[in-house]
């Protein structure tokens, strides 16, 4: 059975400052992994997948299949990235296992 | 576009008292449809998802049912409610996935705050 651990439950920096948040997964098959963000007052939403490798809102992640891991990270937070970030892997079926949720404030 | 519908927004229930919940879709058809709990500190916790209308998985054994009767309608319900049912209910919905195909962007609704007292 898959499993995804997102080690840090809060996570606070300053503003300007890099940011990461870190997640492991367990999976024997080749997994595909996805970060989603839930701001105050808004819907949970995808923020990025491995599979895009792209920069959504200057956050990116690399899968690392050998640590398997998906950390993501910015190098420069602003305020405006507090929010949840759940960390969330998909398997070969139709369904998402979701870590336990990161929550990030940034401080001015 | 697509949307989708959670109601109602907030609901206070007496323990032992009936539960139900709906979600609906709007601009798909065929989607795969999903119930979350999300608690403090345990984040989403996958409680039912089905694939078609009629078909439904549970994820984990609980006091809840949930019931697709229509393509793009889902409903969680409960006979009795106890404490422990208290929490953050979302519904999420994705695109039909093709076999052997990557899994696709889920869509949550707004959510549901049960409070059971």
């Known amino acids: 059975a898959q499993r995804v651990t997102q080690p840090e439950k809060l996570l606070s920096v300053f503003k300007g400052a890099p940011v990461e948040l870190k997640c492991n997964y367990s999976y024997s098959g080749s997994p595909e992994l996805f970060w989603y963000v839930q701001y105050s007052r808004q819907r949970l939403q995808l923020l990025l997948r491995h599979i895009s490798r792209e920069s959504i809102k200057g956050f990116t992640a690399d899968l690392n299949k050998g640590e398997t891991s998906f950390h993501l990270k910015k190098p420069f937070a602003q305020e405006e990235d507090s929010a949840m970030y759940y960390c969330a892997l998909g398997a070969n079926d139709y369904k998402l296992s979701f870590g336990a949720g990161t929550t990030v404030t940034v401080r001015a | 576009s697509q949307t989708i519908h959670q109601w109602p927004a907030t609901l206070v229930q007496p323990v032992g008292s009936p539960l139900s919940l709906e979600c609906t879709v709007e601009?798909?058809?065929?989607?795969?449809l999903y119930w979350y709990r999300q608690a403090a500190g345990r984040g989403l916790q996958l409680l039912f998802y089905?694939?078609?209308?009629?078909?439904i998985s549970s994820e984990v054994p609980q006091n809840l049912s949930a019931s697709r009767p229509q393509d793009r309608q889902f409903i969680l319900s409960s006979k009795k409610l106890l404490l422990s049912d208290s929490g953050f209910y979302l519904c999420?919905?994705?695109?039909?996935?093709?076999?052997?195909?990557?899994?696709?962007?889920?869509?949550f609704g707004p959510g549901t705050r049960l409070t059971v007292l």
């Open positions: 089905s694939v078609g209308i009629g078909q």
């Open positions: 601009g798909t058809s065929n989607p795969n």
């Open positions: 999420a919905w994705s695109q039909f996935r093709t076999s052997g195909g990557p899994s696709n962007e889920q869509f």
